[in-house]
């Protein structure tokens, strides 16, 4: 399950609560929207509401209404990491997000130019859900009270994401990516130093300044997402307080790996020792 959905849905749930701070819900519908958040919240809370990343996922989210591309990053490799330790925490995850989609959201198994999503009363149809028909009642409610929209936004990415798994799932696992795939020692090429990435998330020899290595002192931690961008390209952040700096990560083979800055340049090539 790509924990990008389950941080989306903690980002709807973190934002909604602050706005709803000092005042009641709108009606039914908000309200039965928040028990699932609520819910999920609850089962994330119980695990890792400690964790750093956890933390500042929703304070941030508290505070703009959004989460930054590092918070939301972290939290997800958390996320998975629990996930992947914990089988009954992965469980508890999916079926939140998948009772959410099959209550809130379903989609129409048709053929492309059919292809529609019906969330709430609002209904997108068209073979690029170019073609959105709303009912006045929904507007309205989406005007009264935002969360609404973010909420409903989060139930159609849920959509998108069971149906890409479900075409997807048949053709067979690729090699695993994530913090799972960089964990290890590695080599730049053409250098003798090693680079080296714990499964803590503590690294060594990762943090680059102007196209070189840099290293100030002190720890230095390593977070990497666990799904890969539209390039094929995972997100890796490296920090050594007070230094902090994105990456992208794409992967050639399991043992070998080329690393661009996070405007696309690329930096290095680095190889499994």
Request: glycine residues 10%; hydrophobic residues 40%.
């Amino acid at each position: 399950m790509g924990m990008e959905v389950v941080v989306g849905m903690l980002i709807a749930w973190a934002a909604g609560k602050a706005r709803r701070a000092g005042r009641g819900l709108n009606g039914l519908t908000d309200h039965a929207l928040e028990l699932t958040t609520q819910r999920l919240w609850e089962v994330v809370d119980a695990k890792l509401g400690r964790d750093p990343a956890i933390q500042r996922l929703v304070t941030e989210s508290q505070q703009h209404g959004d989460a930054t591309p590092s918070a939301r990053t972290r939290a997800e490799t958390a996320l998975q990491e629990a996930a992947d330790r914990d089988p009954r925490f992965a469980a508890a995850l999916e079926a939140i997000v998948a009772s959410q989609a099959s209550d809130g959201v379903s989609t129409a198994a048709t053929e492309p130019p059919s292809t529609s999503i019906h969330a709430g009363g609002a209904v997108i149809t068209g073979p690029n859900f170019g073609e959105i028909n709303a009912t006045t009642k929904i507007i309205n409610k989406v005007v009264q009270n935002p969360l609404i929209s973010v909420i409903v936004i989060v139930l159609v990415l849920v959509a998108a994401f069971f149906g890409i798994r479900a075409l997807t799932a048949s053709s067979g696992g690729g090699e695993k990516g994530g913090s799972a795939a960089m964990v290890g020692s590695w080599k730049t090429s053409g250098s003798s130093s090693t680079k080296v990435f714990g499964e803590d998330g503590r690294c060594s020899g990762f943090y680059y300044n102007n196209g070189a290595p840099l290293d100030i002192g002190g720890p230095m931690t390593c977070t990497i997402s666990s799904t890969p961008d539209a390039d094929d390209r995972y997100t890796l952040v490296v920090t050594q307080s007070p230094n902090e700096a994105t990456y992208k990560v794409a992967f050639d083979t399991a043992d070998h790996a080329q690393v661009y800055s996070s405007t696309g340049q690329k930096i290095y090539e680095i190889d499994r020792s």
